[in-house]
């Protein structure tokens, strides 16, 4: 399996910026594919997650509400959505995959490189 992050960048406070995950190498209906961010000094935090079979999500409680996570199956791609940014969400950006599990257990099977998403104030 095999996963290609991209859509990071620069963005102002306030403003919006869409990050996909390209996932080759398997059939993803059984899988989950998570979103999680690292920034310097900090330790990696899960942001969110989506059951790829039936959609349906997680999110950490410090994006709920502005970021999205969603799929296209034909694509087998996944994307996250992220709208009302601010300097905070400043990090390097993980998708992942596993296959199975909960939503929220952060134990996946494969990475993706990194993204960095950087908000200015």
């Known amino acids: 399996v095999q996963l290609q992050a991209s859509g990071g960048g620069l963005v102002q406070a306030g403003g919006s910026l869409r990050l996909s995950c390209a996932a080759s190498?398997?059939?993803?209906?059984?899988?989950?594919m998570g979103w999680f961010r690292q920034s310097p000094g900090k330790e990696r935090e899960f942001v969110a997650a989506i059951r790829w079979s039936v959609g349906s999500t997680a999110y950490a409680s410090s994006v709920k509400g502005r970021f999205t996570t969603s799929r296209d199956n034909a694509k087998s791609t996944a994307y996250l959505q992220m709208n009302s940014l601010n300097p905070d969400d400043t990090a390097v950006y993980y998708c992942?995959?596993?296959?199975?599990?909960?939503?929220?257990?952060?134990?996946?099977?494969?990475w993706g490189q990194g993204t960095l998403v950087t908000v200015s104030s």
């Open positions: 992942a995959a596993k296959r199975g599990g909960t939503l929220s257990g952060t134990n996946y099977d494969y």
């Open positions: 190498g398997d059939t993803f209906s059984g899988y989950i």
